[in-house]
C-alpha cells in the first residue's frame, strides 16, 4: 500500500514554466517511503536566501532546502521542502537538461533528506544518489548524476 501524503504546494515565485501541482504531487508520491504531510514551496532567491541564512547560517541561494519536523503526529512525517526557481533554471541550463527534469529532480532529492537521507559522506551519496536515479528513472528522466 502506498505510503499517506497530505500534501501543500505553495507558489511564491514569478518565474515561469513553474512545474504543475499535480506533477510536483506525482514526484513527491514516488518519493515517499512514509506517511507524510510535505508543503513543497516553490520561491525567489531572495526567500532562499533568507531560509539559508536563517535556518542554516550559510549565505548563499540554494537550489533546495528541506526542513524535517520529525513526526508530527504517530507515523506521520512532516516536513518543508524550499525550491528555489531562480537556481533550478540556472542549474538546467548550464547542465543542458529540460527544467522539468530538474524540478522533478530537486522534489525527490528534498523529499529523500525529509526520510532521513543524505550526501555528507560517499557512502551515503551514493546510496541517495541511487534512490534518486530509481525514482526518475520511472518518470523517463535520465540519472541526475551522469551527464
Known amino acids: 500500500m502506498?505510503?499517506?501524503?497530505r500534501l501543500a504546494v505553495q507558489f511564491a515565485?514569478?518565474?515561469?514554466?513553474l512545474p504543475s501541482r499535480?506533477?510536483?504531487?506525482?514526484?513527491?508520491a514516488a518519493a515517499l517511503e512514509h506517511d507524510a504531510?510535505?508543503?513543497?514551496r516553490i520561491v525567489d532567491a531572495d526567500e532562499a536566501q533568507a531560509l539559508n541564512r536563517a535556518y542554516r547560517d550559510k549565505d548563499y541561494v540554494p537550489n533546495v532546502l528541506t526542513?524535517?519536523?520529525?513526526?508530527?503526529a504517530p507515523a506521520l512525517l512532516g516536513g518543508d521542502v524550499v525550491i528555489?526557481?531562480?537556481?533550478?533554471e540556472r542549474e538546467a541550463r548550464e547542465q543542458g537538461k529540460p527544467l522539468g527534469h530538474h524540478y522533478a529532480h530537486m522534489t525527490v532529492h528534498g523529499v529523500l533528506h525529509l526520510q532521513g537521507y543524505d550526501h555528507v559522506d560517499a557512502a551515503?551519496?551514493?546510496?541517495?544518489?541511487?534512490?534518486?536515479?530509481?525514482?526518475?528513472?520511472?518518470?523517463?528522466?535520465p540519472h541526475p548524476y551522469h551527464s
Open 2 to 5: 502506498a505510503p499517506e501524503l
Open 13 to 17: 515565485s514569478g518565474a515561469d514554466d
Open 22 to 28: 499535480a506533477q510536483i504531487r506525482r514526484w513527491v
Open 37 to 40: 504531510e510535505i508543503t513543497v
Open 67 to 72: 526542513f524535517e519536523y520529525g513526526e508530527i
Open 84 to 88: 528555489c526557481a531562480p537556481v533550478v
Open 124 to 141: 551515503d551519496a551514493e546510496r541517495m544518489e541511487t534512490r534518486e536515479a530509481a525514482i526518475l528513472k520511472r518518470f523517463h528522466i
